[in-house]
């Protein structure tokens, strides 16, 4: 099954995507991550104000297989937490780069989200390895 890959987003090798918007960037897992992980039943999220800096965890997605850190490609302070998820876990396989974003964070450097992988690098990575 193919996995979806948004032209407009950033990736990462650790399975990440990043959607910029000014020096905001939103941040939540790939379709290849969700479909990798399962049926996903618990996300843990950090709180607004927590600061992160980049490839460092700031959460953990629990599905029926394993629990998995989730790692930010970009580092800043959250400026918000999808809350939604507490309620809807199973919303990151269903839109994972919808409604189910993880996390919004104040870039401490905007310039980074251009260092990650374009949509066609992400899918050669993905090719290249699996």
Aim: glycine share 6%; charged share 25%; proline share 4%.
């Amino acid at each position: 099954m193919a996995n979806k890959i948004p032209e407009n987003l950033h990736y990462s090798k650790d399975h990440e995507w990043v959607k910029v918007d000014g020096d905001v960037a939103t941040i939540g897992i790939t379709d290849y991550a969700q479909h990798a992980l399962g049926d996903v039943v618990y996300v843990e999220l950090p709180s607004v104000g927590d600061k992160f800096e980049s490839h460092e965890a700031f959460g953990s997605v629990e599905s029926v297989k394993a629990v998995s850190e989730i790692f930010t490609p970009i580092a800043g302070e959250i400026v918000e937490a999808n809350d939604g998820l507490n309620d809807n876990p199973e919303a990151v396989n269903n839109d994972a780069y919808g409604d189910a974003w993880m996390i919004k964070v104040k870039m401490n450097n905007p310039l980074e989200a251009d260092a990650m992988l374009s949509a066609v690098e992400y899918e050669e990575y993905l090719s290249e390895n699996e």
